[in-house]
T-cell receptor, first 113, second 111 residues
């Protein structure tokens, strides 16, 4: 693993199903983030975690939950998927102690039908 | 965190300098200016950041006005591979962060 790994790369999901998007990093960055990207709306923050054991809500948190049990993993769960959650999801990390920029994963393309 | 304003799109001829502006008139004294770019469907990529001094790295230069209310990202010799969406963000360098990226500037490098 080098940097951030997101899985799956893409997924077609039936509405009402539960889905967890995985994000794993190997950089030991303390902060992690989930963004969604939709055409014309840019990148919008869903949830974030400043350090292991803590999480917070971003701009568009409804319908999503996260957990941060350890430094490396930050899964995003859709409890009951709806078509409006069709989007590209990016996980990002940041070493906030050093003031570095964000590092992004390659994204998960999710289609809810 | 302060908000930013960028043009929606810009064109640049290949080999010429691309100058991408960003307004951040409400920037606070402890907030940095960060630039990222996103090529096609890839994840955004960090380019450069600065507080008040001009910065340069292997990818680009960042010019911040003296009053810090605006900045310009300069790609000195644009190539076709620089065609991307460029995001300008202001935020504190450390500690708690909650940043929204907005829609950025779509830079089209023309052959």
């Amino acid at each position: 693993i080098a940097g951030i790994t997101q899985a799956p790369t893409s997924q077609i999901l039936a509405a009402g199903r539960r889905m967890t998007l995985r994000c794993t990093q190997d950089m030991r960055h303390n902060a992690m983030y989930w963004y969604r990207q939709d055409l014309g709306l840019g990148l919008r923050l869903i949830h974030y975690s400043n350090t292991a054991g803590t999480t917070g809500k971003g701009e568009v948190p409804d319908g999503y939950s996260v957990s941060r049990a350890n430094t490396d993993d930050f899964p995003l769960t859709l409890a009951s998927a709806v078509p409006s959650q069709t989007s590209v999801y990016f996980c990002a990390t940041r070493d906030s102690d050093r003031g570095s920029g964000y590092t992004f994963g390659s994204g998960t393309r999710l289609t809810v039908v | 965190d302060a908000k930013t304003t960028q043009p929606t799109s810009m064109d640049c001829a290949e080999g010429r300098a691309a100058n991408l502006p960003c307004n951040h008139s409400t920037i606070s004294g402890n907030e940095y200016v960060y630039w990222y770019r996103q090529i096609h469907s890839q994840g955004p990529q960090y380019i450069i950041h600065g507080l008040k001094n001009n910065e340069t790295n292997e990818m680009a230069s960042l010019i911040i006005t003296e009053d810090r209310k605006s900045s310009t990202l300069i790609l000195p010799h644009a190539t076709l591979r620089d065609t991307a969406v460029y995001y300008c963000i202001v935020s504190r360098s450390g500690g708690y962060q909650k940043v929204t990226f907005g829609i950025g500037t779509k830079l089209q490098v023309i052959p």
